[in-house]
């Protein structure tokens, strides 16, 4: 469904997802299928989602899907605030939506990169990002 879902399936994918929010049934094809239809109309179930479901990879799937509209104010909240998200993933994906003078997103990504602990993709984002 997430490489098929058109415009016209957006309301039930919402739906799907904020039913589904709380980590009992997996979400993670319909966060996707969303983020790929990049509709700023889903930001704020996306946001909600990345900040209060209790399954990582959920969140990590809406912090992505975020991705896809990251000129949307609550979407730029979200990815920055993902820098700091457990998932490697999802700090890897916010270490491209750093504003570049947000001063505590460039500590962070700093750190990110010195981390030995890093996931290898991550720290290699973080550096590419922190010397640009």
Avoid: K
């Avoid at 790929?36 to 992505?64: H, I, K, N, Q, Y």
């Avoid at 609550?74 to 504003?99: K, N, T």
């Amino acid at each position: 469904f997430e490489l098929y879902a058109t415009a016209a399936d957006r309301r039930r994918l919402e739906a799907f997802v904020a039913a589904h929010a709380d980590g009992e049934v997996a979400i993670g094809d319909e966060l996707d299928a969303l983020g790929r239809l990049g509709d700023p109309a889903s930001v704020p179930l996306l946001a909600e989602v990345a900040a209060t479901t209790p399954a990582s990879r959920a969140r990590m799937r809406a912090v992505r899907a975020l991705s896809f509209v990251p000129q949307q104010p609550l979407a730029q909240a979200v990815l920055r605030e993902a820098l700091w998200d457990a998932e490697d993933e999802a700090a890897e994906l916010a270490c491209a939506f750093a504003a570049p003078t947000d001063e505590a997103a460039r500590r962070r990504i700093e750190a990110l990169a010195a981390n030995p602990l890093a996931d290898a993709e991550l720290a290699a984002r973080a550096t590419a990002r922190a010397s640009s």
